[in-house]
């Protein structure tokens, strides 16, 4: 069986394919992990919007926007999964317009997690600065720069695309892949070399951010074990979003001692690459913030809650956000 991935798409060639009991079954399992996750990532961006602590706190933007990305990555790579199969070719416009926003939303996930540890230093290794250097206001323009350097990444594929395809290419069916439908050798090594600039810079900047981080916290032993595995989780939930960009070479390695086991290889890759770390974001950056805990369990359980238990939340310390 013959099957390529890129950037949340998991793409089955016509001659060679799944069994359709193996079909449905991975189909299914990867749209019910799509709904749980999403469904989530929904509560957690219905408890940002009711509460105004939570909206005038540049953490709580940066993270729901990292929510509100990964629900868009999410649905768009479990897509692309369904279309492979029932599909297998759709029109090339609309695959491009599938393909720049999923790439798009794939990159800007460890570039949103690195203003997130930017954050966090300015906030324990300078807490007097931090009042003037995380507004909402400098939030808002980081998000749109991430979003800027997420569309730098892959506009310029389609540029190449339109140079060097003939029009009829824009009238046909394709399989929606990244590397067939942006196949020229330009933007093969254009993908390796902004692939190779994101991991460089998003690792310097963790690791920089988190040491600092580490000294600081050490001085108060509370706050320092607390600390700790905060980075910890981070730096996994990193490890793995992180994946995407190294996914080929693993792959490969893995295909070349276990050839027998292709289509397994794809699809275990593809869902530890695309689906397991957007799970992992909410439990690390949501569900262990014992603020936002709070208020999204009413949410999470269908519960309808009073105005008088919604006022005292929202008056709650606000302390407790200051190291998460």
């Not at 981070?234 to 490890?239: M, R």
């Amino acid at each position: 069986m013959n099957v390529s991935s890129v950037n949340g798409s998991f793409v089955v060639n016509a001659t060679e394919r799944d069994t359709f009991t193996s079909a449905v079954t991975k189909n299914v399992m990867v749209t019910v992990l799509c709904i749980s996750i999403n469904y989530i990532n929904s509560a957690l961006v219905h408890t940002f919007r009711k509460h105004q602590i939570f909206t005038s706190s540049p953490r709580y933007l940066l993270f729901i926007h990292l929510v509100i990305n990964d629900m868009m990555q999410l649905a768009l790579s479990t897509l692309l999964h369904i279309i492979s199969y029932a599909l297998y070719k759709i029109n090339v416009p609309f695959c491009l317009v599938l393909l720049i926003v999923t790439i798009t939303t794939t990159l800007n996930t460890p570039l949103n997690l690195a203003g997130m540890a930017v954050e966090c230093y300015v906030a324990i290794c300078i807490p007097l600065r931090h009042g003037q250097i995380c507004t909402v206001r400098n939030t808002y323009v980081l998000i749109g720069l991430i979003w800027a350097v997420g569309a730098l990444s892959i506009l310029p594929d389609l540029f190449i695309l339109l140079a060097t395809e003939p029009l009829q290419f824009f009238h046909s069916r394709a399989s929606c892949v990244r590397d067939r439908v942006f196949r020229s050798s330009y933007s093969l090594k254009k993908r390796d070399a902004s692939h190779i600039v994101c991991l460089v810079f998003v690792w310097l900047v963790l690791f920089y951010t988190y040491l600092r981080i580490l000294f600081t916290a050490k001085g108060a032993t509370a706050d320092f074990q607390k600390a700790r595995n905060t980075i910890l989780l981070h730096g996994f939930q990193l490890l793995l979003c992180m994946i995407v960009y190294v996914r080929p070479m693993f792959e490969q390695c893995l295909l070349y001692l276990l050839p027998q086991n292709y289509s397994t290889i794809r699809f275990s890759s593809y869902v530890i690459a695309q689906i397991l770390p957007r799970f992992v974001s909410p439990i690390v950056y949501g569900l262990r913030d014992q603020l936002f805990r709070r208020h999204v369990r009413r949410y999470l359980l269908c519960k309808v809650s009073t105005s008088n238990n919604q006022r005292k939340h929202v008056t709650g310390p606000k302390v407790r956000i200051q190291l998460k």
